[in-house]
C-alpha cells in the first residue's frame, strides 16, 4: 500500500508540475497576444513552425525546407484536413507529449528527474508546435521499453521519433550500443535486438531516396542545412571559435544574443558532462546518445540549438534525478528545491518572452 501511495504522489507531482509549467507559459503567450493587439495563432507560430506549416502546405516546394523531416508536418496536415486550426491543434499535441515524455521520464530518470525536465529553460520548445515534444514522448518511450527488453515496441517508437528530425538517426546508434552492452536474459537475443533496429533504419532510408527524388542528390537534407542555417561542415576548434567570438560582440538591435549565445555555449558543456559521467557510471549507451550529438554540434559553424537539444538529454535528467532523490527529506532540503523550482519557472518564464515576441531563443 505504501509503494501504491507513492506512486500515486509521484504521478500527482508530476501532473502539478507540468499544469503550473505549462499554465505559466500560456500565460506568457497570450499576455504578449494582449498587450500586442495579435492574434494568438501569430504568436505561436514564430521560427520553425513557420517552417512546419509551410512544409504541410506546399511539401518541399523551397530546397532549404527539406532539413526538416515530414512527419510534423503530415500531422499538422492531418490536423487542417480535420478542419481544426493547424497550430491550435500542434500546441494541443505538442501539450500533451510533453506529459507523455515527462512519464517516460519518470521511468528512466525518477519523478525528479521527469519534474527537473518539465522545468527545463527551454520547455517553451514542449508547448508550441516545434518537434521536442513528439520526438521526446517516442524516443523516451523508445528506451524506456529496450531497457525492459521490448525491443519491438521499442522499434515502433524510434521508427516513429525518426520521422520527426535527425535526431532519430542518433537514438538508432544508441539503441544499438544499448542492444550490445544490454545483459541477455529471458527476451531476445542480440541478433534479435539488432534486427528490429532495421525498421527505424528503413524511416531514414525511405527519407533520403525521397529526397534523391526530388532533387538528384544523396547529400539534399545536408545541403539544405548548410543554406539555410550556415550547417556546413567545420573542425570542432573552427565552431568553437566562430562560436566563442559571438559571446563579446554587443548587438544594439538583437541585445540577447550575445546571452544566448553564450547559453548554448554552456549547454554544449554539459553536454561533454554528462557524457563523461555517464561513462564513469558504464552507461555506454546514455554516454553515446548524449556525445554524438554534443559532437555533432562540434562540427557546424557555431554552436546552435544546442538549448533546445538539452531536453532530448535524458541521461542528463537521470543524473538529476538520482541526486534530487539521494538527498535527505529535511526542511533546508525542501526550501532549497522549492527555491530552485521558482527560479526555474522564471527563467522559462524570460525563455517563453523571447520565443514569444519572435526573438531569437535557440
Known sequence: MA??????????????????????????AVAIAVINARSLDSVIA?????????????????????????GWPLVLHGIGLLGVPTVLGG????????????????????????????????AVFTAVPYTESPFCAAAFWAWERATKDKWGQAAVLAALASTL??????LIGALAILALTQKLGRGQSLAGRLSWLVLPTAVLVVYVTYLYGLTGSWTAWFAAQEAGWQRGFHWPWEALTNHWNTLWTPNAEHPEWPWLFRAELISWIVGLVVT??????????????????VLAFSLSYWLMSVNRAVLLWFPLWRLLGDFASSRPRTRGWIVVGAITAAL????????AWLYFTGRWAS
Not at 505538442?94 to 529553460?121: D, E, H, N, Q, T
Not at 528530425?165 to 542518433?170: E, K, Q
Not at 555517464?278 to 553515446?288: D, F, G, N, T, Y
Not at 526555474?344 to 525563455?351: I, K, N, P, R, T
Open 3 to 28: 509503494r501504491v501511495k507513492r506512486l500515486e504522489d509521484d504521478n500527482l507531482r508530476i501532473v502539478q508540475v507540468w499544469l503550473l509549467s505549462r499554465l505559466m507559459i500560456a500565460v506568457v
Open 344 to 351: 526555474a519557472l522564471v527563467v522559462q518564464g524570460v525563455w
Open 165 to 170: 528530425r535527425v535526431s532519430g538517426l542518433f
Open 276 to 293: 563523461v559521467v555517464a561513462l564513469a557510471k558504464r552507461r555506454v549507451a546514455e554516454a553515446s546518445w548524449v556525445g554524438v550529438q
Open 91 to 122: 500546441t494541443v499535441i505538442a501539450l500533451v507529449c510533453s506529459l507523455v515524455a515527462a512519464f517516460a521520464l519518470k521511468r528512466i530518470a525518477g519523478p525528479w528527474g521527469a519534474i527537473a525536465w518539465l522545468l527545463a529553460p527551454t
Open 46 to 70: 514564430q521560427w520553425d513552425v513557420a517552417h512546419f506549416l509551410k512544409i504541410s502546405s506546399e511539401a518541399y516546394a523551397d530546397p532549404k525546407e527539406m532539413a526538416f523531416f515530414p
